[in-house]
């Protein structure tokens, strides 16, 4: 009988949650992702560790800084991701420049062209940035540009609407971390997957896009449990962490799908300028917390970074 990972490919293509490459080869997804969090995993990773030794040493060499060295580490890694998936690899832009559409707009331009140099072209890339105001204003700058982006740090559906404003390829809403406010707030030790507000979100947003015809693509994330991917069996993409790829691909229960692209049956709802989208997002606390504490954690996962790359450096 077939894996329940082998029926979910069926349906949905599935993303590896990870920067290390041995697990990469493990599950051999089409796509993988990155984050600040997923590189510094990575820095611990035996089959990592020489090519990031090396390219710390070829940025030393060059008189490049640590947040230098950083940048073309990350870049390092994505190449080397690039070469074990057949689909994409998304990279983040640094967490502080979360709210700077300049800023984001260049960093997203050398990163493509970093990848350029290593031999991967900007259309196996996605350009992650955070779903601000500002992220998403860089992401339809990049997008008029041909860069495709993925939108992260979305916890609601004020943020989905907006990024599909924008015309963003990829959105990519958080499933674990939702759940994680809910639990806390309201008490609950679990959920079952139909209650789940995290599996509901993306559910929602998913039937929102299909309804209006929205051709950005909805890719869920942050899964605290495999009851969770089941429940969004059919989503256009999930991300899953090795450790959930791992139990799937030992799970031979039959699964059934939960999502299904339907034809559209209304025009897209009228654009959110910025006064409409800060309120809706304002009054929604969890999406309000989350997406701030995610912002917290990336950049400091990003400084933590820099510190080993200072100290290797010393």
């Known amino acids: ?3 329940v990972l082998d029926q ?3 349906m949905t293509t599935v993303v590896a949650d990870t920067g290390d490459a041995a697990e990469v080869r493990i599950h051999q997804p089409e796509d993988c992702t990155t984050n600040p969090s997923l590189v510094l995993a990575a820095m ?3 089959e990592t560790e020489p090519l990031i030794r090396a390219e710390i040493a070829a940025g030393k060499a060059q008189g490049m800084d640590a947040a230098a060295i950083c940048d073309t580490l990350t870049v390092s890694i994505g190449a080397n991701l690039a070469g074990l998936v057949t689909g994409r690899v998304s990279t983040e832009v640094d967490a502080h420049l979360s709210f700077d559409v300049d800023g984001s707009i260049r960093r997203a331009h050398r990163i493509v062209e970093d990848y350029a140099h290593r031999g991967i072209d900007p259309d196996r890339i996605l350009i992650k940035l955070a779903a601000t105001w500002e992220g998403i204003r860089a992401a339809e700058a990049l997008e008029r540009d041909g860069i495709n982006c993925n939108l992260t740090l ?5 943020q989905a609407k907006a990024c599909a404003d924008a015309g963003a390829y990829l959105i990519s809403p958080f499933v674990g971390r939702i759940t994680d406010w809910y639990r806390q707030a309201e008490g609950v030790v679990s959920y079952a997957p139909v209650d789940d507000p995290g599996v509901r979100s993306v559910q929602e947003i998913y039937a929102h896009y299909k309804a209006h015809g929205i051709p950005t693509i909805v890719m869920g994330a942050s899964f605290r449990n ?5 429940a969004l069996a059919g989503c ?12 799937l691909a030992q799970d031979t229960m039959p699964l059934r799908r939960r999502l299904t692209p339907t034809e559209p049956t209304a025009q897209a709802p009228a654009g959110l300028d910025e006064p409409a989208f800060r309120w809706q997002l304002n009054e929604n606390a969890m999406a309000t917390e989350k997406l701030a504490g995610g912002i917290r954690t990336f950049n400091r996962d990003h400084q933590r970074l820099l510190s080993m790359i200072e100290g290797m450096l010393a």
């Open 8 to 10: 979910l490919r069926r």
């Open 154 to 158: 979305l916890f609601s559906m004020a």
């Open 1 to 3: 009988m077939q894996s």
């Open 236 to 247: 256009d993409r999930l991300t899953i962490s090795p450790k959930l790829l791992a139990e």
């Open 44 to 46: 611990d990773s035996a």
């Open 226 to 230: 495999t009851e969770q991917v089941k």
